[in-house]
């Protein structure tokens, strides 16, 4: 269900990036990479064939929260999955957040699967 689906995982930490690549990859996705959110957006307004987005929160310069609400106004049908320790915190008002769901890291390959089928059911 999920194969030759385009994600784009949006994460500071390249070790971060490579680690949810390869369980995507093995899954037949198509992966794509950006750094900070500012690239994100960049990519989302470029790539129309994009699936999905596995947003991380803490980034330096316009975090994910800042970065989702963006790309929601561009494109609100794309969906946009934290993943992350801080939207896990009793702190973070997941009421009003425009994420369409959540991952706590460390990810968990079958949880990101699972989650990436429920969201992309075609």
């Known amino acids: 269900m999920t194969a030759n689906k385009h994600i784009l995982v949006v994460d500071d930490l390249k070790v971060n990036f490579l680690l949810i690549k390869a369980m995507l990859l093995r899954n037949g996705m198509l992966v794509s990479w950006a750094e900070n959110g500012y690239e994100a957006i960049e990519i989302v307004k470029k790539e129309t064939n994009l699936s999905a987005i596995l ?12 970065t989702t609400l963006i790309i ?15 939207t ?4 973070f008002d997941r009421s009003n957040a425009p ?8 990810i968990d390959c079958n949880q990101l ?7 992309l059911k075609q």
């Open 88 to 91: 896990d915190t009793s702190s």
């Open 55 to 66: 947003m991380d929160y803490n980034m330096p310069g316009i975090d994910g929260l800042e």
């Open 72 to 86: 929601k106004k561009l494109r609100p049908d794309l969906k946009v999955i934290s993943h992350s320790t801080f």
């Open 99 to 106: 994420f369409d769901d959540y991952l706590s890291k460390p």
């Open 113 to 119: 699967i699972s989650l990436l089928q429920k969201h």
